[in-house]
């Protein structure tokens, strides 16, 4: 049996699922948000690990082939303000789920895509850029810091310019209001200061010029590149993620000695999938990140790339394509 | 040095997310099936799978997820 772990709101998975079905592949979909609907346990001496769903009783120790470990829903994330407890609750209720997630490592002989301990280390961009460098990717003169004269010595030594991104989720969410927080183009920081950036450390990198995007999709050995353009095909100049219309993403091929490293890359950090961003620029492609657990519906809908279809086959195959 | 009101530099470019939170959506013209595992839209009156829809998301996490989803958070936090 393969498992997923997900959210209901998460599409990707829909996708994933669609194909199952179409295949009559036994699966089982566990929305983690709703655990807390569901009867599970776990015994021993003879170990077992049941979830039930729908009524029926699934024991995971003598099933399951293959996890699919996507977007886990925390319990009461879909449930309005009004109607959720305190949050002292709501974190000690998180814990208690995580572990009984977490646990399913221990039944062995398992696939999982991605395992969630990579997943987590292959998160760290300091980690990624130093793999990266290593692989032989070309990686962007960078300086992570909090420190405002190293900043400024940077800026310095690339001419002037330099890109600023958060070092981990750039996401800010206010009692109100989220903000989100994109790649930034900086030329000055001598007004700015110095606590502002002593508070904590940011990505600093080299402007890259005349730049295309690329994202990488990478499904074990299978490649899925899209180019990043406006509808009139020229590259972005900005952050991408920013336009919100008007953009393209155009399946492509890359030069295979750059593929095989994506790949080489992905492998050596633990994952089966990653997304990873790269950047033309001069004719030369740079690594810029890896969202090891990153979003992949728009270009199974938008380029027709057949995503889905690859990590099913992966699940039933167990990695051996 | 007293930090209670300076916010990190980052900050200064922070721009605020498009779309409410699933939670806050209240989305009646949305429904997960529970027995066919996949979300189901109402659109034209009919309704449809979602990834099939021609609407495109529109949560949070949707504004966010392209191309940026470091949300599995150490797992969760």
Redesign the interface.
Known sequence: MILILSN??D?AV??V??VL?KKKIDFL?I?TEDLIDKKVSVSFPNFSYIITK?GMRYNLENRLQSVWFR??G?PF?????ENRPRKSVITFV?DQW?AF??GLKSIENVFWIND?DK??AA?NKIYQLKLAQKIGLQIPKTCITNDKEEIMNFLEQCGGKIV???L?????EEES??????T?IIES?KE??E??????P?IFQELLKEKVDY?LTIVGDECFPVKVVRESDRGVAED???I?DGLKFVPCELPKDITDKCVEFVKKLGLVFG?I?LVKSFDKFYFLEI?????W??LQ?EAGLPIAETIVDYLVNGGIT | MKMNRVEPFSFRFKREVVSPSRAALKNNDEVYDDYIDMLMVLEDGKWIYAIDGKEKRKTKKCDIEKGEDQKDDRIWR
């Not at chain 1, 209001?177 to 994109?182: E, G, N, P, V």
């Not at chain 1, 606590?195 to 904590?200: D, K, M, R, V």
């Not at chain 1, 969202?291 to 979003?295: M, Q």
């Open positions: 209901k709101y599409i829909d996708y699922v669609r079905s979909r929305n729908k977007r886990p925390k994330e879909f449930t309005l303000e998180e995580h997630i977490e969630p997943n987590r998160e600023a991104k958060a981990y989720s750039p996401l800010i209001k989220d903000y989100f927080i994109f930034n920081v700015i200061p606590c502002e950036f002593q508070l904590a940011m994202r991408w993620r920013i919100k997304a961003d969202n090891p657990n990153g979003e519906a728009w809908k």
